[in-house]
């Protein structure tokens, strides 16, 4: 244990931890959603607030219970919204005197239909209460997303259609999607989560994977070959007690890895603290119907499941620069041979640990991503294993 | 010249400097296949070849294509109906303000002067690409082939390979003597002080020849799916080669005439030097460091820093154009080189600029780092 701890503290040196320190900063701000000032995926940056609002009202989820107190909300704020439009006189030149029209409008002026007397004026005059008043603004955005709400129990909650009846022209869908779509629809309830704070977290998760590629290559990579170029490789090999050094060094490296890994995944839970996602933790995933996965996970067991699959990338990224350090005969060589490596394993990871349990209409592949993971992980275990292997009875000359 | 030769051969002898440009040559072939290689692809973009040549952009040849049964004829000539206008009513006033209202990019004083005064000069370029038919070439309909978009893609992708073999060739050589534990001979004597120059040089000029050959092989492959016969002379600002980009949509307007194959050899030139920048500045680096995994790693996050810096200052004054003035924004802006794009860059000559300045400051450093290496004590 003693050797290993030293290990450790050998690769964790000043220089290279001080750039990546500085390189981790500006990473994060330039290629990370969740740095930016407010929420991406969102029609306006009142949305996740709203979300919240509703969450806080009426739990993770809106029953069928709650429906009417529901909808009572959206009916006053309505009114407080055909209030605030009813003096505007290019409106009323137009007959739009409350909330549905204005969106009918809208609609009707963006497709080119409609036989409105101005359309450039009403256009703009739309646009403004839409985008630029402070007091119209929030309130139509707010009640989009209600109105959001509604149209997917119009359409698909709180009914009791069958498989078929859904399904009836459909031979892409597997029949475990059918089914698992069916029970959706027929869902007494419906998750109050916004998208946003789960596409943040599906669209940030490749990018740590690159950057917790980069931590372990640049920290594991040096250590490795300076010890052949310093020469130190051939005094270990002469000893049975040097060769068990080897085993230690690769565990070393791994413990880093996932030393690594949980770094990282605590900068970015700090990140999303900061930005209130944990308010959603106990909201089902599947906030409507265009993304539906295979399980109702909540907020917090998906995250969970990004963390997993984090730190097992991150253990492999480390396995990964240990046996390239090993193979390298010089810095350059090993930079060169690290390029293509990482970014194969960081593909490959991106790929897979994506979405996790996304419910794909024609696939079954609900847990052949994580396995995938899982596997590619395994076979740089093994590879280190086997090189560990080779080292017992290598031949010193 | 001998010695020049010798370090070559070092550099040539190494397997993994030949492995590397040719998983790099590899990927790039595998984006190109991916772009427009695909057998659909390369069908609609022969026939839409065919349809350019035969046809132009004016009024008598569109209407006999409109009502065409094919239904690339058809959308060629929707395309030219939809967007053949683009330039009547075009005023980069009013898009350098809608910019900054977007951006939040709101300069004042001379500043302010300085902006106002080049987007004055760009109206007169539309007025002057109007005036000369410019407008109206005949190129693959932007939004549906974006043959531009993918092209610079894959030259912005080169270019990163391109400053990897450069750093790669550089300081494989100029670290050479310390990993081989041989340093203490040939740094003994001022000649062989002297010969880590001539390690710089052949660096540099072998990292020439392996970006030459990424860029020309990748390059090559992009065109031998795309034809371009007769359409290299088409003016970059017509109305056919401008693509969307986010909110924007108005044709590309170079700061100078500007035909697809020259804009294309002016990148070319571009990148050659961004690439010979890098390089200078890697060599410099490590005549202070000495460590070449140390010089790459800084050179990396350095050029991570000189990324982010632009999106750090926040003021809109002319710090803004003096960061914007930097090699990594210069290689984010490439697809949008000599043209106009970004505000605080929106006068002629930026990326050369850009490169004068850092040149001049990478030369700098590097008689500092010769002076510093010269006296330096082994």
Known sequence: MRIITKEIRKLFRIKPAAILVIFTAVFIRLFLSIAGTGWNYVNSPSDVDFYRELAAQFGPELTTDEWDAFMAKRQSMIDEFNAAISQDKILQKNGIDTFDKCVEARSALVSGDGSYTNKDELSDEINRIIFYDSVTSPMYFKLQIMSEFVHFKGMTFWGSKTQDEIFKKDTVSSEQYKKRYTELVNSNSVSLIPSAVTRTVDNDFSRMVILSAVWCFIMILPYQIGERLKGVRELQISSKTGRSIFGKQAFACALTGLFTGGLLSAIYAVLLYRKGAFDFLDCVIIPNMRIIYWFDLTYRQYLLIYLAVFLISSVAAAILAYLVGRLSVNYIAGLGISIPTAAGLCAAVSKFGYMPFYAHAALIDSFVKILLTVGLCAVCSAAAAVMLKKDKVRDIL | ?378
């Open chain 2, 1 to 378: 010249m001998r010695a020049f030769r010798f370090e070559l051969k070092k550099l040539l002898n190494d397997p993994l400097m030949w492995v590397l440009p040719a998983l790099f040559v590899g990927f790039d072939f595998f984006i190109v296949f991916h772009e427009v290689g695909m057998s659909d692809f390369r069908r609609d973009v022969k026939e839409m070849h065919g349809i350019i040549l035969e046809n132009d952009t004016t009024c008598e040849k569109i209407s006999v294509l409109t009502g065409s049964a094919n239904v690339l004829e058809a959308y060629y000539a929707g395309y030219v109906n939809g967007y053949s206008q683009s330039y009547d009513s075009l005023d980069m006033q009013d898009i350098k303000q809608m910019k900054e209202d977007t951006g939040s990019f709101h300069p004042s004083g001379s500043y302010k002067e300085f902006i106002d005064s080049n987007y004055d000069k760009l109206q007169m370029r539309v007025e002057e690409i109007k005036v000369s038919g410019d407008s109206a070439a005949a190129f693959y309909p932007g939004d549906g082939f974006a043959i531009h978009g993918k092209l610079y893609s894959l030259l912005k992708l080169c270019i990163i390979e391109m400053l990897i073999m450069m750093c790669f060739s550089v300081l494989y050589l100029m670290d050479f003597e310390r990993i081989n534990h041989t340093e203490d001979f040939v740094f003994s004597c001022e000649c062989g002080r002297e010969n880590m120059l001539t390690k710089l040089l052949a660096g540099l000029f072998l990292g020439h020849g392996y970006s030459a050959m990424i860029l020309l092989s990748s390059l090559l492959f992009f065109f031998s799916f795309v034809p371009m016969k007769g359409l290299w002379n088409t003016p970059v600002s017509s109305f056919m080669v401008m693509e969307h980009s986010g909110l924007w949509e108005y044709p590309f307007i170079t700061f100078v005439p500007l035909n697809f194959g020259q804009l294309l050899m002016l990148s070319i030139v571009t990148a050659t030097l961004l690439a010979l920048l890098i390089g200078l500045f890697a060599g410099a680096l490590q005549l202070f460091l000495h460590n070449s995994y140390i010089t790459m790693v800084s050179i990396s996050a350095g050029y991570f820093g000189l990324l982010a810096l632009p999106f750090a200052v926040r003021k809109a004054d002319w710090i803004k154009t003096i960061v914007a003035l930097n090699p990594a924004e210069l290689w984010a802006q490439c697809g949008r080189w000599f043209i106009e794009n970004y505000l605080a860059l929106s006068f002629a000559w930026s990326e050369w600029w850009t490169l004068g300045i850092w040149t001049v400051v990478g030369a700098v450093f590097l008689l500092v780092g010769w002076r510093y290496f010269r006296r330096k004590d082994f």
